[in-house]
Nanobody, 126 residues
């Protein structure tokens, strides 16, 4: 198993940037695909971005494509979400997730991930 802890959330003005970090514990970190999801109270948790075992393969939700970048550093057991050109509609709790897909392909649904962090709040003011 793996334990995940997010950090880096906060309050930012529209058009600004934030970088979220996810710190993982466990010696098999590099065996997991990683994803970022976000959720607003009362709404379903939605996919933001995912990254493969190696970090060479990524995918993104259409709503963040071109603005957000996911990356990972397996040596440091960390995953990052760089968020640029932030909009008020990006306001949500952001979650880091790990999935044990044996093919190493990041999936876009919550069902594709086994482990979740506690979340970090991102608030974008207009």
């Amino acid at each position: 198993q793996v334990q995940l802890v997010e950090s880096g959330g906060g309050l930012v003005q529209a058009g600004g940037s934030l970088r979220l970090s996810c710190t993982a514990s466990g010696r098999t970190f590099s065996s997991y695909v990683m994803g970022w999801f976000r959720q607003t109270p009362g709404k379903e948790r939605e996919f933001v971005g995912g990254i493969s075992w190696s970090g060479r393969g990524t995918n993104y939700a259409d709503s963040v494509k071109g603005r957000f970048t996911i990356s990972r550093d397996n040596a440091k057991n960390m995953v990052y979400l760089q968020m640029n050109s932030l909009k008020p509609e990006d306001t949500a709790v952001y979650y880091c997730a790990a999935g044990s897909n044996p093919l190493g392909v990041p999936l876009t649904s919550t069902a594709g991930y086994n482990y979740w962090g506690q979340g970090t709040q991102v608030t974008v003011s207009s």
